[in-house]
């Protein structure tokens, strides 16, 4: 498959924290990438993995300085 500048499906892991309950985890959200919109990353979130909240309101935090 050939990777353009859009392309994210290799991004870093970044800190995501849910906006509802607050519990934190290191990993990447879920999101489309331009280049390969049929692509999926099986261990990128898309909700909380707190069994108690599941919420999708995350948000990503970059680990790198």
């Known amino acids: 498959m050939p990777t353009g500048f859009n392309c994210i499906c290799n991004r870093p892991a970044s800190h995501i924290v ?18 390969h919109p049929k692509k ?12 108690l909240c599941k919420s999708i309101h995350l948000i990503e935090v970059s680990l790198q300085q």
């Not at 309950?21 to 990438?33: N, S, Y």
């Open 40 to 51: 999926l990353a099986l261990m990128d979130h898309r909700e909380c993995p707190n069994r």
């Open 18 to 35: 849910c906006t509802r309950c607050g519990f934190e985890l290191v990993g990447r959200l879920q999101k489309v990438c331009p280049d």
